[in-house]
């Protein structure tokens, strides 16, 4: 790989909210984008922290322990563990960090298949 990868680029490649898309991997770790508007269900996931930073726009992390608010440039690590759900008023675009094969959802029945791009 030559080139650098555009988030933008990626990004107005699709248009699905909470479905993450890969765009690198990183010591078996997936860096993807994705979309949001509205709320995804409460999860959790047992095994891994969950990282978002956001891109665009406004996202809430809503957690056991209370919300956290994000704005652009701004990211926050939900720790394994903590039930949670982000919240996105409006379009918000964010950068996700998880280990390959996590799903979105904390389950593997409800979670968006893994995409790459």
């Not at 996931?45 to 809430?60: P, S």
Request: charged fraction near 25%; hydrophobic fraction near 40%.
């Amino acid at each position: 790989m030559n080139a650098a990868i555009n988030l933008n680029s990626k990004l107005n490649s699709f248009d699905e909210y909470y479905a993450p898309r890969t765009v690198a991997t990183f010591n078996d770790m997936d860096i993807m984008v994705v979309k949001a508007c509205g709320e995804l269900n409460w999860h959790v996931h047992e095994d891994t922290d969950d990282f978002f930073l956001v891109l665009r726009g406004h996202l809430r992390l809503e957690t056991e322990h209370g919300n956290v608010e994000l704005g652009p440039g701004d990211m926050y690590v939900v720790p394994k563990g903590v039930r949670h759900r982000p919240v996105a008023e409006q379009e918000c675009h964010i950068l996700l960090i998880e280990p390959t094969g996590t799903p979105n959802t904390g389950d593997a029945s409800t979670a968006a298949s893994r995409k790459v791009i």
